[in-house]
């Protein structure tokens, strides 16, 4: 199996500061397909996670242009350019390059 | 839009069946794999499978021997059964559709399920 590895497990931001997670797979996501299938996903509290980012960099529908994700082959990051108050959850990497898809154990962002 | 809607029993004694039947709303059916994803309380989140609009699944190895995930397209569901139910298994369960390439969305609500005596 796929191990993702994120860090750190949680932080807290100022708003208006920037924020980053990175997430670390213990196996290349490159797909055969030419696809590196990593995802972000946002938990908000008492919420479903909802789809932020796709295929390592592109932002889902209606996600603010805030987000941004980058990396390849085994190390990712999300970055928040500008936190804000509604960005406060628990973020989760996940790969879908090989089954099982695994998640990371998530980050928990909160609000300083 | 897809929206997502599950339901099934929250509360089961050890050795029990789960059994979760997650309905499909507006969409197209066949343009998904439909996937059981699932969280303990106060953990991270854990894919279960999938299944595809023709009935084609693929499991977790790690619950592979104890589920199932199955498909009724004439009415735009898909279920989950897990065996043997132990209290590992209570957990907050999701369904979701996945897209190659875009990932899990949409969501359904996740609704707690609890294993005790």
């Known amino acids: 199996d796929i191990v993702m590895t994120q860090t750190p497990l949680s932080l807290s931001v100022i708003p208006g500061q920037p924020a980053s997670i990175s997430c670390k797979s213990s196996?290349?996501?490159?797909?055969?397909?030419?696809?590196?299938?990593l995802y972000w996903y946002l938990q908000k509290p008492g919420q479903s996670p909802q789809l932020l980012i796709y295929?390592?960099?592109n932002r889902f529908s209606g996600v603010p242009d805030r987000f941004s994700g980058s990396g390849s082959v085994t190390d990712f990051t999300l970055k928040i350019s500008r936190v804000e108050a509604e960005d406060v959850g628990v973020y989760h990497c996940?790969?879908?390059?090989?089954?099982?898809?695994?998640f990371g154990q998530g980050t928990k962002l909160e609000i300083k | 839009q897809v929206q997502l809607q599950q339901w099934g029993a929250g509360l089961l004694k050890p050795l029990e069946t789960l059994s979760r039947t997650c309905a499909v709303y507006?969409?197209?059916?066949?343009?998904?794999?439909w996937c059981w994803i699932r969280q303990p309380p106060g953990k991270g989140l854990e894919w279960i499978g999938e299944?595809?609009?023709?009935?084609?699944?693929n499991y977790n190895p790690s619950l592979k021997s104890r589920v199932t995930i199955s498909v009724d397209t004439s009415k735009n569901q898909f279920s989950l059964k897990l065996t043997s139910v132990t209290a590992a298994d209570t957990a907050v369960y999701y369904c979701?559709?996945?897209?190659w390439g875009l990932g899990l969305d949409p969501w359904g609500q996740g609704t707690l399920v609890t294993v005790s005596s």
């Open positions: 295929e390592v960099s």
């Open positions: 507006g969409g197209s059916f066949s343009d998904y794999y």
């Open positions: 996940m790969q879908s390059t090989q089954f099982p898809y695994n």
């Open positions: 299944v595809s609009h023709s009935g084609g699944t």
């Open positions: 196996q290349s996501l490159f797909h055969g397909d030419g696809k590196t299938c």
């Open positions: 979701a559709g996945f897209k």
